[in-house]
Nanobody, 114 residues
Framework: VQLQASGGGSVQAGGSLRLSCVASGSIFSVFGSQTMAWYRQAPGNQREFVASIEYNGRLNYADSVIGRFAISRDNSRKTVYLQMNSLKPEDTAVYYC??????WGQGTQVTVSS
């Protein structure tokens, strides 16, 4: 299985972006049984958890993004999304998708300017 993330870019504070992560090499029924997550890593910082979605739709978010970010999935497309609203400069990081626990995408850069 390979994960391909996209959708990053540069926005001003208060703006929005939607990240996508497509899984290749996996049949959709297997993808649908997996927990998917987004992590991020800012320069000089450790990679940190952002959000996850379980096979049954249960959601988890980091406290710092609650009310601003929303994770979702489309199993038929083998895709997980991260809708990011009200972006802040501190959201600037490389965002990685993860098929829990061991499969990682290549990362997509998000830059938020003040």
């Amino acid at each position: 299985v390979q994960l391909q993330a996209s959708g990053g870019g540069s926005v001003q504070a208060g703006g929005s972006l939607r990240l996508s992560c497509v899984a290749s090499g996996s049949i959709f029924s297997v993808f649908g049984s997996q927990t998917m997550a987004w992590y991020r890593q800012a320069p000089g910082n450790q990679r940190e958890f952002v959000a996850s979605i379980e096979y049954n739709g249960r959601l988890n978010y980091a406290d710092s993004v609650i009310g601003r970010f929303a994770i979702s999935r489309d199993n038929s497309r083998k895709t997980v999304y991260l809708q990011m609203n009200s972006l802040k400069p501190e959201d600037t990081a490389v965002y990685y998708c993860n098929q829990v626990p061991h499969i990682w995408g290549q990362g997509t850069q998000v830059t938020v300017s003040s």
